[in-house]
């Protein structure tokens, strides 16, 4: 036997308004974050200027795994101070296909931009080559950089407007 209790359905409502403005302000600061403030793309575009340089200068063996772990704590350290600059913490990531086809199309566009000018630039010196390389892969990044987060961004408000509605479809 069920016991059901009175709902007072204007209460209920203005309940989900009040959630639906939270949840709105969320939206609207990961894509201020995604759209916004450049400095984390410039920094890890310098970085990855700065390691392929290096790369190009042709070190021994021990300086590549060094530059690389240099390299990868850096941007590992830039990851972490981006994230705190934020204003507003998301509860839970919802990391969709999106996100994970930005990170792998974004991978694949800037390692393929790397590899062409690598073998555009073959004939001449290594310096010269390794500064276009890595001036064109810095550049690829920044161009894709943009546009993709936005869109991937994008999806986290739609999913969301779909959760809401099928919420209050119930």
């Known amino acids: 036997m069920a016991v059901s209790t009175p709902v007072d ?4 409502w203005t309940d989900l308004q009040r959630v639906r403005v939270l949840q709105e302000r969320v939206y609207d600061e990961a894509e201020r974050k995604a759209s916004g403030a450049p400095r984390a793309a410039y920094a890890t575009a310098a970085l990855m200027w700065a390691f392929l340089v290096s790369l190009g ?11 690389a772990a240099v390299y990868v704590a850096l941007l590992g350290t830039l990851g972490v101070i981006d994230s705190r600059v934020g204003r507003m ?4 990531s919802r990391c969709d296909w999106r996100m994970s086809a930005t990170f792998v ?3 694949v566009v800037t390692g393929g931009t ?24 810095a550049a690829a990044f920044l161009l894709f950089i943009g546009p ?3 869109w991937a961004v994008r999806a986290a408000r739609t999913h969301g407007a779909r959760a809401t509605r099928a919420e209050t479809s119930r």
Do not use: D, F, K, N
């Open 9 to 12: 359905a204007e209460r209920a």
């Open 57 to 67: 200068l042709e070190p021994p063996w021990w300086g590549v795994w060094l530059g």
């Open 89 to 92: 913490r998301l509860h839970r």
């Open 105 to 107: 199309v974004g991978g």
């Open 114 to 137: 790397a590899l062409l000018a690598e073998v555009l630039a073959e004939s001449l010196e290594p310096v010269t080559a390794a500064l276009i390389q890595a001036t064109a892969s």
């Open 148 to 150: 993709a987060s936005r």
